[in-house]
């Protein structure tokens, strides 16, 4: 005889000997007999525990807020020294402080100077130029001395990101390079560089309200620029402090080409004056005249060695 359940369709077979026998679900052998757990009630608990998620440590979101409140100090010192590279050898930010660019540049924009450009080409006639004029240049605004030792820094900061204005750094045009011979004024009250005039009406500072434009200039002067010195003029020819006041220096009113910081190039403050700076194109017609005369000079170098050495051949022959 043989005995044997199977499970299908909600009910129990049993066969027992020969006979097949059907009992609803729940009651064959598994469901008769009764659960120690269901009994106990800690085994309940326990089962119940086993099927809830395990309880989490601290919270992850927590963790990741301190971690962040740890990392800013690190992230902004990085930062401020990219910044501070950045500024020493690529680009920095300067504030114009006076009157003496205008209308090409206001109180209180802030200008992008270039300073790897000047690595790469010489300084070019009608170039915007930064330059430090410590010790030798007086200052074109005048400065309130900070009151104590945390002013002091700030101002500092200020002038490096181009916040405040640098006390000793001006920004002026470049009129004349080494070689250059400017004079003013012509017949036509012009400045010329090299015997050529310069045609400055779209640069010169011209009053808002009556249209009047400034002279090139009141004060009148011939200088030729010396080696590795350069000529420099305010467009707001009437208020700048440039050149032409300087005439004692030994430059003769020049300044050091050394002296050059870098190249202002476009204008980035505020948003509704942003702007390139670009070189004006009378100056082209200036360039174009010192090439000759830059020629004349390299040709004269072989002819008067040719001369040299026949002088001396002559002598030796004697």
Known sequence: ??????????????????????????????????????????????????????????????????????????????????????????????????????NT???????????????????????????????????????????????????????????????????????GVPGDRVRCCDAQSRITVNGVPLDEKSYLYTDPETGEQNKPSDIPFDATVGKGQLWVMGDHRELSHDSRNHRGDPGGGTIPVSRVIGRAFVIVWPLDRIDTLPIPKTFDKAAAAAFPVALGLIGAVPITLIRRVGAGGRHVGA
């Open 1 to 102: 005889m043989s005995t044997g359940s199977a499970r299908g369709g909600g009910h129990w077979t049993k066969t027992v000997g020969g006979d097949v026998r059907s009992e609803p679900e729940g009651t064959g052998p598994e469901q008769s007999r009764p659960s120690a757990a269901a009994d106990d009630p800690d085994e309940r608990s326990q089962a119940s525990d086993a099927g809830a998620e395990p309880a989490q440590g601290p919270s992850k979101k927590g963790k990741k807020q301190g971690s962040f409140w740890k990392e800013l100090p690190v992230l902004i010192g990085v930062a401020l020294v990219l910044a501070l590279i950045i500024k020493t050898f690529v680009v920095q930010a300067f504030y114009i402080p006076s009157e003496s660019m205008e």
């Open 105 to 175: 540049l206001l109180v209180g924009d802030r200008v992008l100077v270039n300073k790897l450009v000047y690595h790469t080409r010489d300084i070019e006639r009608g170039d915007v130029v930064v330059f430090s004029g410590l010790d030798s240049w007086d200052l074109e605004v005048d400065y309130a001395e900070p009151s104590n030792p945390v002013s002091k820094v700030l101002r500092a900061i200020g002038s490096t990101f181009g916040v405040v204005p640098g006390e000793k750094d001006y920004i002026k045009r470049v009129i």
